[in-house]
């Protein structure tokens, strides 16, 4: 693993106190996403790590200020947070570590701006969600909110020459976070159920015989019904993840190993979700530690293997 200290020199950023506002962020994204930050470090290049670590932690900030609480406070917590974020990435400039990092990164990357601005707007509707009517529903907060906040980091490895090689590469990164997304919702559904909001549209509900009340107030009769339903998920979810093999074909040469072990971890929390199944509302899931450090550990050997052969 490069020393912390090099990448930030491989990257550009030499500036002492612009070094320690990524530094803060890399202590932030090993605290709260240990296994994406474990994944970064050991498999990324260097002087792409600082930037997805600074993307990683704004992307956590704003969910942080968003999810608890009413529909008012959220709101108004995001029209304070899209103000001063907006204004760093425009202006360079900010208080917040988080943001001046995140600043530095959108000069770097003249493709992130947008995103943080679409990620931004999408923010919205994750302020104002209580649940799904219908899939289209589902559909719509994947492209507004899921989809925008995957791109603030996804687009830091993308394709960057080959119009139909980047087509593919955000076609692709569509069907994983769509699986992705689906799958965090069951992951989460126990903790998602005691804020009385679920992330399975009530459509799909209703299709098993079931409805929002009997995932808030579980009864065995229902417990039949809720492990179809949480398998029928799970199917769509491995169906999405088998169709994105292919990603890592569309990037550099140097991206593919993270993208790789990025997919099997997802793989991997499936599998914890299909295990669990109508367990779910009493237990959260997600992927083994042990299996993901792993899987991970695997992926960096076989990688520092192919760079020594290239040699």
Request: aromatic letters at 6%; glycine letters at 6%.
């Amino acid at each position: 693993m490069t020393k912390w200290s090099t990448a930030l020199t491989e990257a550009g950023i030499n500036d002492p106190l612009l070094r320690q506002d990524y530094e803060a962020q890399r202590r932030l994204v090993r605290r709260f996403k240990l296994q994406e930050f474990l994944a970064l470090r050991l498999l990324l290049p260097a002087r792409l790590q600082p930037s997805v670590i600074a993307a990683v932690a704004f992307m956590h900030e704003t969910d942080r200020r968003i999810d608890v609480g009413e529909v008012t406070t959220r709101r108004d917590a995001l029209r304070s947070w899209g103000r001063r974020a907006g204004e760093a990435v425009e202006h360079g400039t900010s208080d917040q570590p988080v943001l001046r990092a995140l600043a530095d990164t959108a000069e770097r990357h003249p493709q992130l701006p947008a995103h943080v601005r679409s990620f931004l707007a999408g923010a919205r509707l994750e302020a104002d969600w209580t649940g799904f009517e219908a899939e289209s529903d589902f559909q719509a907060y994947v492209d507004a909110y899921s989809y925008p906040a995957f791109m603030l980091t996804a687009s830091l490895v993308a394709p960057t020459a080959q119009a139909q090689r980047v087509e593919a590469f955000e076609r692709g990164c569509r069907i994983l976070i769509e699986a992705m997304q689906r799958a965090d919702f069951l992951a989460d559904l126990s903790e998602d159920a005691a804020q009385g909001r679920i992330g399975i549209p009530r459509a799909e509900l209703a299709h098993f015989g079931l409805e929002v009340d009997d995932l808030l107030h579980p009864s065995p009769t229902s417990a039949p019904a809720l492990e179809q339903l949480v398998q029928a998920q799970a199917r769509a979810v491995s169906a999405g993840l088998s169709a994105c093999w292919d990603l890592p074909d569309l990037v550099a040469v140097e991206n593919q190993p993270f993208l790789r072990a990025f997919l099997r971890v997802q793989e991997l929390q499936l599998e914890d979700v299909r295990s669990k199944g109508g367990k779910l509302l009493h237990e959260e899931a997600g992927a083994s530690k042990p299996a993901a450090v792993g899987a991970l550990l695997q992926h960096y050997l076989a990688a520092r293997k192919q760079r020594r052969r290239r040699r």
